[in-house]
């Protein structure tokens, strides 16, 4: 199984600075996504981002741009996807609080149940989180399909896939999914990612 890592496009900018490259308990938010997929595929993952200096945040990891600019997080695990023949374990790099055991699980479950596509139950708007998942090989042309129609959903294609759930009560056994999927988008975000981290340490 490869990692990726999703940095998105020109909405990933946080007052001007890449939301990602923000320090959560004195380290970058990158680094802490970067060190969980790695802990779990065995290697470098790859980093998906579309800002000009990107390659400079990381110079270890191999860096491409989306190869559909401009279709959003779904463009992204689409980018990600077709990028290698194996199963990609997708997490996106502002989410400070993501484990290596819950990915680890993921990537199990994904192998186990002969998914294409392999999702943790959690408690945002979509009952799914689309941007921490595994996605196989057959999601592909599933994926490009939305993206010709311009439905843009991050869970758009999985009437025409395989899907397996990690359920809630599973993803609870890692921590609170509030926490487990909190991504940094406001500088208030950044302050009780700050409070979070510092009541866990």
Same mark, same amino acid.
């Given at each position: ?37 790695? %802990? /779990? =595929?065995?290697? @470098? ?5 579309? &800002?000009? +200096? ?6 270890? #990891? ?17 980018? %990600? /996807? =077709?990028?290698? @023949? ?5 997490? &996106?790099? +502002? ?6 055991? #819950? ?29 921490? &998942? ?68």
């Amino acid at each position: 199984m490869r990692g990726a890592v999703l940095a998105g496009g020109a909405a990933s900018r946080y007052g001007g600075v890449p939301k990602g490259l923000l320090e959560v308990g004195g380290r970058r938010i990158l680094d802490r996504v970067v060190d969980a997929v790695q %802990a /779990v =595929t065995g290697e @470098p993952p790859l980093l998906v981002a579309n &800002a000009p +200096d990107a390659a400079s945040w990381r110079p270890d #990891l191999t860096t491409i741009p989306d190869v559909r600019p401009g279709f959003g997080s779904l463009g992204g695990i689409y980018t %990600a /996807v =077709t990028a290698g @023949p194996a199963p990609v374990l997708c997490v &996106a790099w +502002d989410m400070p609080f993501v484990p290596e055991a #819950l990915l680890r699980a993921l990537a199990d479950g994904a192998a186990a149940g002969n998914y294409d596509a392999f999702l943790p139950e959690s408690s945002g708007r979509r009952g799914l989180e689309p941007l921490c &998942a595994v996605y196989g090989p057959a999601c592909g042309p599933a994926i490009e399909r939305r993206l010709e129609r311009g439905d843009l959903k991050a869970i758009s294609f999985h009437d025409d896939v395989r899907v397996g759930i990690l359920s809630i009560d599973q993803v609870r056994r890692f921590g609170d999914p509030d926490e487990l999927f909190f991504n940094v988008n406001t500088p208030d975000d950044l302050e009780r990612a700050e409070a979070v981290w510092r009541r866990r340490a």
